[in-house]
C-alpha cells in the first residue's frame, strides 16, 4: 500500500501552520542535513534518489545542482518556479496552500545544497490564499529560527522572498522567469549560458519547481533507496496528478510514479461520467500531446510517456470524453498558447496566429479543403524554430489531434458544420 | 504604511531597483484600483527608474490594468478544463444577467466581465476570480447567487470602498 508523503498533512486541521507542521515531524529533515551532511553529500543524496524535476522537463535535481559552480565571486541564488499556468495544473498551489513549512523547509535544504544564502520564489498572483499563507509561514520559520541567520546554530544564512508574478504564462519558462524577477518583459533568453551559471542578475542560479523542492526533505529524512524504491528507477518517487476535465473524481492525487494512466483515470478518479465514454486524455497539461483512449495502458513516468510519444510533463491529467468535440478543444488549447506567447520570436508569434484563425473556421464549418495542409505546414514552420519549448508545444499539440482524430476535422471542413454543437 | 512605504519595502528584498517595479505595480494597482499614466510614472519615479520600464510592464502582464475596471472584477477561467465543464454555459449566462459583453464593464460601474486563461484550480473547475477569492464547481444556481451576494456587499459598501471603480482623479 503506497503511503502519501508529499500530501500527507492536507486533512491535517490548521496544517498550513508550524505547530502543525514541528508536530508531524517538520524541519527535523533541515536539522538532519545541516548537523550530518556537508552540502556536497545533499547533493549526492538527491542524484543517488533520481529525483526528477517535477515542472516539466524531467531534468535531473542533483545534476543540476551539480553544475553550479564550487567557487563563484558572485552569490548564488535559489529560484522556487511556483509559477503553475499549465492549464490542467494545480498541484503547487494546494501544496503552498495547505502545507507550506514542506515547500520552506525543502528551498532551505536546497539552498544550503547549492551554496545560496537567498532564494525568490515566483508564484503566480492569482493564487492570494497561497501568497497569505506563505507570508506567514515564512515569518514563522523566521521567527522560530529555520530561516534567518546562523540556521539551527549551524553557520548556514538563508532567507526567501515572494515575488508574485502578474499573470504570464511564460513566466513558467525559467530564463523567462530569471528576466521577469530582473523587472523586465518575460521572455525566454538565449541558452548557454545557462542558469546554473550565469542565471539572475548573471549570478549562479538553481530553479526548481514546487513539487520537486518538497521532495527534498523526504529524501534527506528517509533516504535515498526509499525514494528510488518508488516507481521506476530512472523516473522514480512518489508523484502528484492533477485529474481534472470529464471525469467523476477530480482532484489532486498522490500516488507512485510510472502508475497506469488507465488506473488513474478509471479507478482512482472514477472514469468519465456517466452514460460517456473516454475519448482521449491528456496526461501532463496541454503542452502534452493527448492520448486516445486505446493508448491508455502507459506508465506515468518521463520515459514511458516519452516513448509513447507524449510526456509527463506537469501530470496535469485532462480527461475529455465522447460528447466534446476534439476541433473545438484543439482549437482553445492553441488560442490559449496564441495568447501566451511573449511575442519575441516570429515562428511563434505569428505561426500561432495563424494556427488559431484557420482552426477557428474549421470549427465554425467554414474550412477550406486545404486547411488541414496548411495546418501541417504552420506546424513544420514552428516546431524546431522557436527560443523555448511554448510553440513546439503548441505545434505538438496540435498535431496529436490531427493524427488521433483526422476524421472529425475532416466531417467539419466537408459537412461544413461541427455536428457536437 | 503608504505606498511610497510599501513600494521601498519591495526594493529592499532585490539588489537591483528595476526588480521592484512588478511589486511596486501591484501595490499602486491595490492603492489606485488600475494604473493610469500618472500612476506608472509615480512608480517610476519612486524607484528611480525609467519610466519606458515601467510602461512596458504594465502593458505586458494580463493583471495590471491600464484602464478601470469595475468594483468585482469576474474573471471566468474558459481554458480547457474548465471549459469541458460548461464555461461556455457560464459565459452567456453572465453576459445576459449583467447586460454586458465579455471584456465590458456595467454602466454602474459595478461589474467587469473577462474570460482568463486557466487559474490553476480545475479540480473545482469551472472556476471564477472574483477579487481574491476563488469561486469553483460554479453552475448558473451559483452564479446567480454569488452576484446577487457581490450586488448585496456593493450596497453596502462605503463610499470609499466604491471609488475603486472610478478612475482617480489627476
Redesign the interface.
Known sequence: MFEPVLLRNMDVPDGHLLSSYEAGGGYQALAKALRQYTPDEIIDLVKQSNLRGRGGAGFPTGLKWSFVPKRADKPKYLCCNADEGEPGTFKDRIIMERDPHQLIEGMAISAYAIGAETAYLYIRGEYVLAIRRLEQAIAEALAKGYLGTRILGSDFNFVMHIHCGAGAYICGEETAMLDSLEGKRAQPRLKPPFPAVAGLYASPTVINNVETLVCVPHIVARGPDWFRGIGPDKSPGPKLYCLSGQVRQPGLYELPMGISLRELVEDRAGGPPPGRRIKAVIPGGVSAPLIPERGLDVGMDFDSLAAAGSMLGSAGVIVIDDSTCMVKVATRIIEFFHHESCGKCTPCREGLNWVVKVLRRVEAGQGAPDDLEQLEALCKGIFGNTFCALGDGAAMGLRAALAHFEHEFVAHIEERRCSFH | MNMREMIEAAAA???????????A??IAQKEHGHLPGPVLEEVADILG?ERV?VY??AT?????HTEPVGLFHLQLC????C???RSDDLLRHLETVLGIEKGGTTPDGLFTLST??????????PVM?VG???HGDLDIARIDALVDRLRAAAGQATGAELAVAEPPGE
Open positions: 528584498r532585490y539588489p537591483d531597483r528595476r526588480s521592484a517595479i512588478m511589486p505595480l501591484l527608474v520600464w512596458e510592464l505586458f502582464y494580463t493583471l495590471f474558459d481554458n480547457l478544463s471549459m469541458l465543464r482568463v486563461e486557466c487559474l490553476g484550480a480545475c479540480e473545482m473547475a476570480q481574491d477569492d476563488y
